[in-house]
């Protein structure tokens, strides 16, 4: 490119690609390193290697306990932390942990470096200045598209259901439940029963995005829930659908999501409350401050996603709860 004429004149590199920052200081190239979930997370992580490791594993076997770290605006119980911080070396996902410990010690090895964070500061004021000694926090966010209409925006995952915004339009306003646990999640059978039975007892028409594995998906979903029939007739099953383009609707008044980071943005943005069903990695911590710090929905706790064979109705009747108390105040 430099022999075109069109010389690098800055790098920016993601999760995962430490080795990136080492290779442009080698070519004497100014690089910045783009943190993709909020920065409260990346001051967690900071902290967890700079010397609060054993406070923090010191509640994961303590579901009351908290915890504070310096500038961060919350106390921190065990399911707020993200959960790659509270595994053992036999979990599948430990690499991870490693992973970011080493693109820590690659921005340890620049002086003051600049860190780009898909979050701004109206959102993450705090968040934002919590390690600002050590690395220069630039909030760059919220990266989603001003139109969501716009095609030339794409990155779709799965196909698209084509006639999502036709079935909101005969809706009124504010009235959709809108279920998506994003591209990773999946639910098992009890779950899925449970959380069909709450979104059915709410009366409110809802879109509920379950992703499709196999060419038989209806087949899946149909094994999954028993009441399939009534759920159709409430409701609206899809496969996947341009979520920007569902949250922007006027007919979507509550988003019931597993909190990663880019639907919570998403949901924020767009000015959609959520109930909150965070699951793994950031999406505690993301919950929190859904929570405790913005206000922008509530929380299921953990007892509650999960199925209860001695009160199998819990998961059904907090939902339901839940969601109307949202519609209600988004009306």
């Known amino acids: 490119m430099s022999n075109q004429g069109r010389p ?17 200081r080698e070519h004497h190239i100014p690089c ?51 959960s790659f911080l509270l595994q053992d070396a036999s979990d599948a996902y430990s690499f991870v942990l490693t992973s970011f410990q080493e693109q820590l010690n690659a921005l340890d090895a620049e002086i003051k470096p600049k860190v780009l964070v898909n979050t701004f500061d109206a959102l993450e004021s705090e968040g934002l200045k919590a390690i600002d000694h050590k ?23 799965f196909k ?5 915004v036709e079935w909101l339009d005969s809706k009124q306003d504010s009235s ?23 979104l059915l007892d709410t009366g409110r028409p809802f879109l509920w995005v379950i992703r499709e594995k196999t060419a038989n998906n ?22 996947w659908c341009s979520q920007l383009e569902v949250l922007t609707h006027r007919a979507v008044g ?29 999406q505690g911590t993301n919950a929190k401050l859904i929570e405790d710090v913005w206000r922008v929905g509530v929380r299921v706790r953990e007892n509650v996603l999960e199925y209860e064979t001695t009160n199998p109705r819990f998961v059904q009747r907090k939902l339901k709860f839940f969601i109307f108390a949202l519609l209600i105040t988004n009306e």
């Open 176 to 198: 959709v439940v809108y279920v998506s646990f994003g591209s990773f999640l999946n639910l098992d059978n009890a779950q899925m029963e449970e959380i069909a039975k709450g």
């Open 32 to 82: 910045a390193f783009l943190w993709i979930q909020p920065a409260t997370v990346l001051s967690i992580y900071y902290y967890y290697f700079n010397g609060y490791a054993d406070k923090i594993m010191a509640i994961s076997s303590k579901n009351n306990d908290e915890i504070r770290l310096p500038g961060i605006p919350l106390s921190l119980s065990k399911r707020d932390i993200p």
């Open 218 to 239: 209806d087949d899946e979903i149909d094994n999954k829930l028993s009441c399939l029939e009534e759920v159709e007739k409430r409701g609206k099953i899809v496969g």
């Open 254 to 282: 509550c988003f019931v999501t597993h909190c990663g980071w880019n639907s919570t943005l998403e949901s924020v943005s767009c000015g959609v409350p959520v109930v909150a069903f965070p699951k793994w990695t950031d």
């Open 135 to 157: 690395y220069e926090l630039i909030g760059i966010g919220p990266l989603t598209p001003s139109n969501p209409l716009d095609k030339s925006i794409g990155g779709d995952l």
């Open 8 to 24: 690098v004149t800055c790098l920016v590199y993601t999760l995962l690609l430490p080795w990136a920052s080492e290779v442009a």
């Open 160 to 164: 698209k259901s084509d006639d999502v």
